[in-house]
């Protein structure tokens, strides 16, 4: 069959060359990389076709890039790198392509969203990561983790500014991520019902999509706000309705077998929050929190209390059945808890030893043994996994030192009180349904960031920043119907 059949093009028309030229093109990568072994030839021709759609509709991209996200797996690359395919590499694609944009089009931008209280936090937090790689102690892995961070607030908070504006924007996003998620958890629910459920199946079942069960429950936790309320834009009973509501039931069997503690209280603690949110008890509620943890930090300080939680060596033991994992942890005989502990307590050394500047991002992992407590130590403590702190809090207080975690509080504390007051600001029911969703998301990550620290990560790291560009758009849309009349 000739090619001008299977496009629609004629032959001799400019855009049939080129359909032509890249489909030529595409089987000889494809076959070179298979004869030559070489997995990467294979690959260039879809990266040429992303490469020519972000110039065509980088919006196209953006949500592509959404879907791809809870799809993605994590692969090791050359010289102890690691990367998430499909998506990281559309992220990159897009930081270019928006840097490309914004140096065109700056005039173009509302300047009212650069002047924005979150938007100038996130700055302040931003300028302060780059103080500290500048004085870090491994620069070369601390520069890495700024540019990391560079794309990710360049992809989800600026470009997620700019494509999520509208009702049909936030229907888009919702959609494109929640389509894949179904479809990976429906499959891990399938192969964990061949094992029986049981506890410690859960992370073999988990390939290619998660890394671990804690990061799956906690992706299920934290999206499942955008799936219950994205029911409401749907008339009741209707086919979209349904297929929603099937996914809420599937997200919550999937966060229910994944037996992660911190993913079942996040969701307790959720319902909490909402009516906090509709109590305007946000700041009461921040500050009662404060006033908790500094209670809970002065009395572990007094006379080395803290040193009344040090485990027994030999009980603390990973367990087999999530009934017994349960009464480990009240009887600080659990593993996984007190190897966090361990962790903590090198952490409160570390930022001891540089309050200021900290150690540079992304460097807890390069020096925290050398502060380490040998009476905390579990049958785990080598770390062969390479994983961090388990509180990012402190992860960012000893990378970045106590001005780091400062600007990082103040950039989720302003996210957070002004999401409350941009709710009860929202008279439009479609809107307040994704301003809700988003608010929801980012405490819950905020949460969950207490036990874990994977903003780092695609898939928690990418709605975290979302969900604050998401108030801030609807914030701004606010002010604009006050000066102007609704619109």
């Not at 459920?197 to 936790?221: D, K, Q, T, W």
């Not at 509501?245 to 994944?258: C, D, E, Q, S």
């Not at 349960?326 to 540089?354: C, F, G, H, N, P």
Request: with cysteine; net charge positive.
């Amino acid at each position: 069959m000739k090619l001008s059949t299977l496009t629609g093009i004629p032959k001799d028309h400019p855009q049939g060359v080129l359909v032509a030229v890249f489909v030529a093109f595409s089987l000889l990568a494809i076959f070179a990389g298979l004869y030559l072994e070489m997995t990467w030839l294979t690959l260039l021709p879809a990266g040429l076709a992303m490469i020519w759609l972000a110039l065509v509709d980088v919006r196209k991209v953006f949500f592509l890039m959404m879907g791809c996200i809870p799809l993605s797996t994590e692969v090791s690359l050359p010289g102890g790198l690691a990367t998430d395919l499909p998506s990281e590499p559309l992220m990159w694609l897009l930081t270019l392509a928006g840097l490309a944009w914004f140096s065109r089009n700056w005039r173009q931008v509302d300047v009212r969203f650069f002047r924005h209280p979150i938007t100038l936090a996130l700055f302040a937090h931003l300028f302060w990561l780059t103080v500290c790689v500048a004085t870090s102690q491994n620069f070369l892995i601390s520069f890495k983790s700024l540019l990391a961070k560079g794309w990710y607030v360049v992809v989800f908070y600026f470009w997620a500014a700019r494509f999520l504006n509208t009702e049909r924007d936030f229907k888009a996003l919702m959609w494109w991520f929640f389509v894949p998620l179904f479809f990976a958890t429906l499959t891990v629910i399938w192969r964990h019902a061949g094992y029986g459920f049981s506890f410690e199946s859960i992370n073999g079942c988990l390939h290619p999509f998660f890394r671990n069960h804690v990061m799956y429950a906690c992706l299920l936790a934290i999206f499942l706000p955008f799936a219950w309320y994205g029911s409401y834009w749907y008339r009741r009973f209707s086919g979209a309705w349904w297929f929603l509501v099937l996914g809420v039931l599937v997200l919550l069997v999937g966060i229910y077998f994944a037996y992660t503690r911190a993913a079942y209280g996040a969701l307790v603690l959720a319902v909490g929050v909402y009516w906090v949110v509709r109590w305007r008890l946000m700041k009461a509620a921040l500050v009662a929190g404060a006033l908790g943890l500094a209670l809970f930090f002065t009395f572990l300080g007094t006379r080395d209390n803290w040193l009344l939680f040090a485990p027994d060596y030999e009980k603390t033991i990973s367990h087999q059945r999530f009934d017994r994992l349960l009464e480990a942890t009240t009887k600080l005989e659990d593993i996984s808890t007190m190897e966090r502990v361990y962790r903590w307590v090198a952490a409160t050394y570390m930022i001891q030893e540089r309050p200021l500047l900290g150690f540079g991002p992304a460097t807890f992992y390069t020096h925290y043994k050398n502060y380490t407590v040998t009476s905390f130590r579990t049958y785990v403590s080598d770390n062969p996994e390479r994983s961090s702190t388990h509180n990012y809090f402190l992860m960012v207080a000893v990378e970045q030192g106590l001005p780091g975690l400062f600007f990082f509080l103040l950039f989720c504390v302003v996210v957070m009180l002004k999401g409350e007051s941009v709710y009860h600001l929202t008279k439009e029911r479609s809107t307040r349904v994704a301003l809700l969703s988003a608010l929801l998301c980012f405490v819950l990550v905020n949460i969950l960031m207490l036990m874990n620290d994977f903003i780092e990560t695609d898939k928690i790291g990418s709605l975290f920043f979302i969900s604050a560009a998401i108030l801030v758009n609807i914030d701004l849309k606010n002010k604009k119907e006050d000066l102007l009349g609704p619109i």
